[in-house]
């Protein structure tokens, strides 16, 4: 299992000293049977009145800062080590039933994946049914984990990724007419596609990383969005539409929500003249142990209060 250091930096300058309201600071990556984290630490500057922590509706581990001193900087530096283990696209094991599709969930699962099939945009004349019905054979069985896979894969091959740093995301329906975007609109797009078939699907955001000098990601500027479909015998099970691969490989869960809103890494509030705000910075790093890799590293300041990273 490869053993990971990831440091996340983000820092928000100002031209004199503003105060800061409360913020939510979403960095801290899930633990489960293939993410294992072994030393977690956070730094705040300034140093916050209080900080505590929660699980929020999903699971996702929250940290909330309280501020009571004026600053002209803000820096929130995340750093952590995990074992990961990597989960292909071989290692996808189906139940009987669920392997071709068209199939239903089980009635006892159903009632806990609602709200994850339930669709988040309007599609009024079906744009986006009928672009994820072009997945499903016509004369046919079509193979369940195959038509997720192409899926997957086709939005890699036919839409260009194209990174943007202002918040929030296209639709699905921008997207398809564009046929450009980040790797958040690549996975609403999914998302939304797979639940107009039925599937229960989420959000997911975290960290990308190179397996390998040989394998190349795309996505990693900030933090990378993905998705997560429901397969009855694997559970939850990543596609990654931005970089067409299927599993966990070089993939880093830190949060998992159904809309992208929900998963915001850094957001708060500040007071002070408007004219205060001066810029925005982001680095990011991956090293794997005993390799000299560094996956997407990310430098330099990024000129815009409307980051994804942030909501200052």
């Known amino acids: 299992m490869p053993l990971l250091t990831i440091k996340h930096v983000t820092e928000y300058s100002y031209r004199q000293p503003v105060s800061f309201g409360e913020h939510r600071i979403m960095m801290r990556p899930r633990e489960s049977f293939d993410q294992k984290l072994i030393e977690a630490k956070l730094e705040i500057q300034p140093e916050p009145r209080e900080l505590r922590w929660l699980h929020d509706v999903f699971g996702n581990s929250v940290a909330i800062a309280l501020f009571d001193r004026r600053a002209k900087l803000l820096k929130v530096t995340?750093?952590?080590?995990?074992?990961?283990?990597?989960?292909?696209?071989?290692?996808?094991?189906v139940e009987?039933?669920?392997?071709?599709?068209?199939?239903?969930?089980?009635?006892?699962?159903?009632?806990?994946?609602?709200?994850?099939?339930?669709?988040?945009?309007?599609?009024?004349?079906?744009?986006?049914?009928?672009?994820?019905?072009?997945?499903?054979?016509?004369?046919?069985?079509?193979?369940?984990?195959?038509l997720l896979t192409e899926m997957a894969t086709s939005i890699k091959r036919d839409f260009t990724y194209v990174p943007r740093?202002?918040?929030?995301?296209?639709?699905?329906?921008?997207?398809?007419?564009?046929?450009?975007?980040?790797?958040?609109?690549?996975?609403?797009?999914?998302?939304?596609?797979?639940?107009?078939?039925?599937?229960?699907?989420?959000?997911?955001?975290?960290?990308?990383?190179?397996?390998?000098a040989s394998e190349g990601r795309v996505g990693g500027g900030n933090t990378h969005a993905w998705v997560r479909i429901f397969l009855p015998g694997s559970g939850w099970v990543e596609f990654d539409p931005t970089n067409g691969i299927v599993g966990n490989r070089g993939l880093i869960r830190v949060a998992v929500a159904r809309d992208p809103y929900q998963a915001i890494p850094l957001s708060g509030t500040w007071s002070g003249f408007p004219a205060?705000?001066?810029?925005?910075?982001?680095?990011?790093?991956?090293?794997?142990?005993?390799?000299?890799?560094?996956?997407?590293?990310?430098?330099?300041?990024?000129?815009?209060?409307?980051?994804?990273?942030?909501s200052q």
């Open 78 to 93: 995340s750093q952590f080590t995990l074992d990961h283990a990597p989960l292909a696209q071989g290692q996808v094991d």
């Open 165 to 212: 740093q202002e918040k929030g995301t296209q639709t699905p329906i921008e997207t398809l007419a564009a046929r450009q975007g980040t790797c958040r609109d690549f996975a609403v797009l999914m998302i939304e596609a797979v639940r107009a078939l039925g599937f229960a699907a989420r959000f997911v955001s975290g960290y990308v990383y190179n397996p390998s």
């Open 276 to 310: 205060s705000f001066l810029d925005m910075s982001i680095d990011i790093t991956v090293r794997m142990a005993g390799s000299d890799l560094l996956s997407h590293p990310t430098h330099g300041a990024i000129n815009s209060r409307f980051a994804t990273t942030g």
């Open 96 to 146: 009987d039933y669920a392997r071709l599709f068209p199939f239903t969930y089980s009635s006892e699962d159903m009632p806990d994946l609602l709200r994850s099939i339930e669709r988040q945009h309007h599609d009024p004349t079906r744009i986006v049914d009928n672009w994820a019905r072009n997945f499903v054979n016509d004369d046919g069985p079509t193979d369940t984990v195959g």
